[in-house]
């Protein structure tokens, strides 16, 4: 017993007595240590976010089915094409749209389609007031200019307000609008530093005053300041113009024929009725399916790099414990024989070369879980090939929106856990014994005799 403690003392002081050596052994180590700890790390960080991924599938698609049969009756006409319901329309990066508007005669005629229920008029038009914003490109950042917010003309009128979704709804602060508030506006919550304004407070907007008489929580939504439809179209100057109208019909079966005939009558609009809803859901399903199918496939190659990566670190391990204990025994052989001399049997000699590299592969695996603390993201990274997902979804209050893709990619970030931690010094410390078995085994067959001669 006393001389098993003592090979543990003899081989401390046989580790710090080679300072230089062991700190390069120990840093080689750690790397290879790291690296195999940051790749399960990277692995894992992936499967959260392909079920991350999976989830908002799921709900995204869950969403946008209740929100088209929520409008199923329901056929948008509009005069821009980015302020439709197509899930996939480009949002302008600079300066505003080319915005068109039409006469609001249109609403009477058609009110005249047979099947038609309701026509709500709405105007909406950028402001000419802009703001900057720092984007970035494949090409590098680059400055661009958007219009600080958008003017949303509704028809306040009681019996549509209560009927019919055209303002919104998460009031987070004061009220929403009513019948009569031609003087009154609804802003977004990402206005309230641009306006410096909160309820009560009096906002201009191109040259006249608003009171504000409630903030709505915007979330990703654009910047939006809703007011009654015939102020928004004075201050606007554009006096008896509409930019997209809600069209109602009485029944889904009218769907399909109402919308046609708008097309028909006015080719300038337009036109999503439910069934297009419904088309834009199956391409937005078929493009969901192919980026799950891809990210499945890239997780798969990424577990089988990470197989080949830890076999490789684990055989680099165990190697640099080999050949520096193989070195160790040649270079100590003469001390290999005294300790025999002395009574040291077979045993004590290769207990003692396996504690040093224990001590050594544990010290390794504690140099390692430090790098791998710090550079994980950057091994896995670096290592596996990464999953391009969708990001987070939000849902607007339009309507006829539904969730879409908001970030083309989103990563999990490799973070080395307690788990991760343990695992990785026991496995250097079995590692560190396993790679010294061979030259303490070898240690131990030195015959006294011939250790004592040796040079």
Do not use: H
Not at 160 to 175: F, H, K, Q, R, V
Not at 185 to 192: A, P, Q, V
Not at 378 to 407: A, D, E, K, W
């Amino acid at each position: 017993m006393v001389k098993d403690l003592g090979a543990l003392t003899r081989a401390a002081k046989n580790i710090s007595r080679r300072k230089v050596r062991t700190f390069l052994v120990v840093i080689a180590l750690g790397f290879s240590i790291a690296i195999m700890v940051s790749i399960p790390a990277g692995i894992m960080a992936n499967q959260e976010s392909m079920q991350r991924m999976t989830e908002n599938f799921a709900n995204t698609i869950t969403a946008m089915q209740e929100e088209i049969n929520k409008t199923a009756t329901l056929i948008e006409c509009s005069t821009n094409p980015s302020r439709g319901m197509q899930a996939f329309r480009p949002v302008p990066f600079f300066g505003g749209m080319n915005e068109t508007f039409v006469d609001e005669t249109i609403v009477d005629e058609i009110y005249s389609i047979e099947g038609v229920k309701t026509v709500i008029p709405f105007l909406e038009k950028s402001s000419s007031e802009y703001i900057s914003e720092i984007i970035n490109t494949p090409w590098g950042s680059r400055t661009v200019y958007r219009p600080a917010y958008t003017i949303m003309g509704v028809c306040l009128n009681s019996s549509i307000i209560a009927s019919y979704p055209i303002l919104p709804t998460n009031i987070t602060d004061g009220e929403g609008l009513s019948e009569g508030d031609s003087g009154y506006i609804l802003i977004s919550s990402n206005l309230t530093s641009y306006f410096e304004a909160y309820v009560g407070a009096t906002v201009e907007i191109n040259g006249e005053p608003f009171i504000v008489k409630g903030i709505f929580e915007s979330a990703n939504q654009p910047r939006t300041v809703y007011m009654d439809i015939s102020t928004a179209q004075r201050i606007t100057g554009l006096p008896g113009k509409v930019s997209r109208l809600y069209v109602y019909v009485v029944d889904v079966s009218y769907s399909a024929k109402v919308a046609d005939e708008i097309k028909v009558m006015y080719p300038e609009l337009y036109v999503t009725s439910y069934q297009d809803r419904l088309a834009n859901l199956q391409r937005m399903q078929e493009v969901y399916t192919q980026t799950l199918s891809s990210a499945e496939s890239s997780i798969a190659q990424a577990q089988s790099t990470a197989t080949q990566l830890i076999i490789i670190a684990v055989a680099a391990t165990s190697l640099i414990v080999f050949f520096v204990m193989l070195y160790s025994v040649r270079e100590r052989t003469k001390e290999i024989g005294i300790l025999k001399a002395i009574g040291f049997s077979n045993w004590n000699v290769m207990s003692q070369f396996m504690i040093e590299g224990m001590l050594i592969g544990l010290i390794g695996g504690v140099a390692g879980v430090i790098i791998g603390s710090i550079a994980a993201p950057f091994f896995s990274s670096l290592l596996l090939p990464q999953i391009n997902l969708f990001g987070g979804l939000q849902r607007t209050q339009r309507p006829f929106q539904y969730p879409g893709m908001v970030g083309a990619q989103s990563y999990n970030v490799a973070t080395l856990s307690p788990q991760f931690v343990f695992l990785a010094l026991c496995a250097a410390a079995i590692l560190g014994t396993l790679g010294s078995l061979y030259p303490a085994w070898r240690a131990s067959r030195i015959s006294p005799i011939e250790a004592l001669r040796y040079e």
